[in-house]
């Protein structure tokens, strides 16, 4: 039985170490959204002092701002000064990370996240926001959209993660409740910070086209219809005056290859 205890030995080790580098992947992913939050909420971008562990930590498990909030933390400036400012953070933050596509922030979540953009939608499933592996990954927009301004469907991906950062937060969105209390997202792609209302949140399957960018003015407002009527809540939102939609899609597991949704449209930039 001597061959029996060593296969349980090894097995158990091999799930000790597993769970170690799982652990570590939190831990570093935390401290790299950390400090991405710091200069992106910093009113200052050039240089500042670094902020303690407590003070990391503190901005790390404070809870979410809400839309208005979110728009009194913004200084008041000048259309000039506030464009040179989004683009001074946007040139910061891309010196993290070149792929750098703009920040997403939802009210009434801890969803407060730099987007990026790879070459393709399989780079960031398993590497964070400095690049390098991480199980957690990062939020990432889809290859395909140009995010010029004139995506008709903007798709941004993100886990579900069992520590409840990344798109851990989407999941709020099942219930009715918070579907009706919490509608607005912010996304600031250094060009304009744009105001989306979700009117749409669903599961489905990899088998539906929720995530295509290119459409016909015909095929967007079949499109639009669609992703209106599979939404588990209603909404009071008149699907036609839909222009753009931002899409935010991550993990579910009410079956094999099950996704949840959640859709908004824009109503302010």
């Known amino acids: 039985m001597k061959w029996l205890d060593r296969i349980a030995a090894l097995a158990l080790s091999i799930s000790i ?57 913004e200084p008041v400036l000048e259309k000039a000064s506030l464009n040179a400012a989004q683009t001074e953070k946007f040139d910061e933050m891309r010196s993290v990370n070149p792929d750098y ?83 607005f997202i912010v996304f600031n792609d250094g060009r304009e910070k744009s105001i989306w209302e979700i009117f749409s949140a669903y599961v489905t399957d990899t088998g539906f086209n929720y995530i295509r960018t290119e459409f016909t003015d015909l095929q967007f407002d079949v499109f639009v219809r669609g992703i ?17 939609v931002l899409t935010l899609s991550t993990c579910s597991y009410e079956f094999d290859d099950a996704r949840f949704v959640v859709h908004a449209r824009k109503v302010e930039s």
């Not at 703009?102 to 398993?126: A, E, H, M, Q, R």
């Not at 209106?228 to 753009?244: C, F, L, R, W």
């Open 17 to 73: 170490l597993a769970m170690t580098m799982i652990y570590s992947d939190y831990a570093e992913n935390k401290r790299i959204m950390n400090d991405a939050r710091l200069k992106f909420h910093s009113e200052e971008t050039s240089a500042q002092s670094e902020p303690s562990a407590a003070e990391n930590e503190n901005l790390m498990d404070a809870p979410s701002l809400s839309l208005e909030k979110m728009e009194e933390s």
């Open 101 to 183: 596509a703009g920040w997403l922030c939802i009210s009434g979540t801890n969803v407060d996240y730099p987007v990026v953009k790879g070459k393709d939608n399989k780079f960031y499933l398993d590497h964070g926001f400095e690049m390098e592996p991480n199980v957690a990954g990062a939020i990432f927009m889809d290859y395909r959209n140009k995010n010029d301004g004139t995506d008709k469907n903007i798709v941004i991906y993100g886990h579900n993660m069992k520590n409840g950062t990344m798109f851990k937060g989407l999941m709020s969105y099942k219930r009715t409740g918070f579907f009706d209390d919490n509608r």
């Open 228 to 244: 209106s009527k599979k939404s588990m809540h209603k909404s009071d939102g008149n699907t036609e005056s839909i222009d753009a």
